[in-house]
């Protein structure tokens, strides 16, 4: 179905030639439309057109009210001020908008084919090591970013950029060659291995390998020669270095499932799977001379990077010693996938910590060709989780909180709030144990994507699953709400009725579900998730004050009255699993 036109386009459309045929000399102009508290809308562009030919706004606007006939889509229109128009729209325009939405499964959201290829990449754990409260960010806002982006009809392309390559990896290596019964699962066959399981063996492998690595020089030393035999391709080291990556990704999946939240294994592409192009990266980056020689180093100077003591940082690609820093990679994984994924754009969900590499590691990538004008990278960087005392989140030992523990808690704590209501509502204790994971996790998501991410925020499990608020509980509730209603509505079934005149409380829902597709389209260019979780908590406000307001089914409304509430209720309860389900948090139909 083609996309419906917003009621906002509409009018602007309307302004604009009026202003056109007001003033032909003009040309085309913006007449700056935007919601107001005065009226659905207000138009300022008349003041700064007047202002450039030199004539008077409210003559202006006079004429541009006088050329606007169009009383199917605008009930009133008023000069306002030095030349404003206050425009209110007509209820019967309402119903009809969102009666296309309605009709389209899109709910109206324009669908870009061949809009272009992203390349985002998210979620990126480190083999061997626990996932803890810092991971959480770059999963949870870039998974909604690929839902979003796929949505509006961009082609993603996923890439989990997980550390898989190192040092390290010679200690532990070597470790399990000496000690070959270290991964041996108990459960038997690998397909029954619990995440729990699988990184408690990684992580007495890691302890015990550590201690003896500090406490035994000649184990130190195997350990890096066995480095040596990892980067040389030695079989027997490269097939014991993918029994830690494929134990990890046992870990991995069941963390990314307790989010729920899909990874595929063709999307996990490590550090390791640029391995084999650093060195053409670097030869190509020097014989440019985008890279140079410094104390033996493969360098990469900028004007506006320098130390406190004023002298050039560089970016580091090469060590003089020959081994690889970060920025190879990450600059090989740029010439992959801009010149093999044929990538349009780079999306980096990244800690804000990490922004001056990112910044070295693009303007390199310019330098060098790789990235132009009609490709670029971008950091979508984010900020960090903090504790209620406002301080980065630890546990009461000072270390750092696991996430696995994180998110047992909160579904631990949703199922206690969802089992509160369960009596009352009718639920099973299946339900009851599902419904708390949706609201857990969900909680979850949406504390983080309600911030903007470039902002720290406060973990705080209470506040979390609050049914008052700014919480996707809140949200779950007033869709589960439309839910019950359209249950006991009986025979009757929702229904657009643009004949009627609609109430204030109407007039305000509706308009605010017609803004859904232009919101979806800014949050997709600009990568703000949050202005989507800020809609659909506006859209959920707009609800309850229609409930107080508006009597949905009731045997002393009119059949049409009934309906056409059951159409704009239904409407919501659409757009808010749309957009829920965009976020990556699920919408139980009873809670």
Known sequence: MASVTSLAASVNQRVADALSAALPEAGAVDPLLRRSDRADFQANGMLALAKKLKGNPRELAAKVVEGIEAPELIKEIEVSGPGFLNITVADEAIIRTLAGRAADDRLGVPYTADSGTTVIDYAQPNVAKEMHVGHLRSAVIGAAMTEILEFTGEKVVRRHHIGDWGTQFGMLIQYLIEHPHELDHKGGEEGEVSGEEAMSNLNRLYKASRALFDSDAEFKERARRRVVDLQAGDEETRALWQRFVDESKIYFYSVFNKLDMEIHDPDVVGESGYNDMLEETCRILEETGVAVRSEGALCVFFDDVKGPDGNPVPLIVKKSNGGYGYAATDLSAIRDRVQNLGADTLLYVVDARQSLHFKMVFETARRAGWLNDKTHAVQLAFGTVLGKDGKPFKTREGETVRLVDLLDEAVERAT???????????????????????????????????????????????????????????????????????????????????????APAERALGLHLDQFAEVLSEVASTYEPHKLAAYLYQLASHLTTFYDQCQVVSDDNPAELVENRLFLVDLTARTLQRGMALLGIRTPERL
Not at 424 to 444: F, R, S
Not at 464 to 482: C, E, F, K, P
């Open 416 to 502: 206690g709030v969802v089992r509160e209501k369960a009596e009352k509502v009718g639920l099973t204790e299946q339900e009851i144990v599902e419904n708390g994971a949706y609201v857990g996790i969900g909680a979850v998501k949406y504390a983080d994507l309600s911030t903007s991410a470039s902002r720290d925020y406060k973990f705080d499990l209470d506040q979390m699953v609050s049914l008052n608020g700014d919480t996707s509980v809140y949200l779950q509730y007033a869709y589960a709400r439309i839910q019950s209603i359209l249950r006991r509505a009986g025979d009757a079934r929702p229904a657009a009725h643009p004949e009627l005149e609609l």
